[in-house]
């Protein structure tokens, strides 16, 4: 399934919704991948596959929280900008990063083909 983003090609946001999506974006276009995560669980967010050649990842991910209540979830917010146009795999997990030896509780993963600006 293709689907083409028609919001304001400077900032392409992308949720749990558009995992196993291929979405195409403007190499000038910042993409920005919300999911929900309970870092009071020792759970998060981390990426586990992409191209450094093609996509960079700006700062580290941010936690937003959905609640003041103790072990709430909260959104963890993860920004890439495009580096040059071509196709590259994103792939986060979520687990939790000491437990070496453990399937991830999840997975997110999008196909980004990025094109110059039209």
């Known amino acids: 399934m293709l ?5 304001p090609e400077d900032e392409v946001h ?3 919704g558009n995992n196993g999506q291929e979405i195409e974006i ?3 276009a910042e993409v920005l991948i919300s999911l929900v ?3 009071g669980t020792g759970y ?3 990426v586990a596959q992409t191209d450094s050649n093609k996509l960079d990842q700006v700062g580290e991910s941010v936690f937003t929280e959905e609640s003041e209540q103790l072990g709430a979830p909260a959104q ?3 920004r890439f900008k495009p580096k040059t146009a071509g196709s590259v795999q994103l792939k986060l ?7 070496k030896a453990v ?3 999840d997975s997110f993963e999008v196909k980004l083909n990025i094109i110059n600006r039209r």
């Not at 689907?3 to 919001?7: F, R, V």
Request: charged share 15%.
């Open 3 to 7: 689907a083409y983003c028609k919001q």
């Open 14 to 16: 992308l949720s749990a």
């Open 26 to 28: 403007t190499v000038q």
């Open 37 to 39: 995560a309970k870092p």
């Open 44 to 46: 998060s967010w981390s």
């Open 76 to 78: 963890q917010v993860f």
């Open 93 to 99: 997990i979520y687990h939790r990063a000491w437990e």
């Open 103 to 105: 399937a991830p509780a």
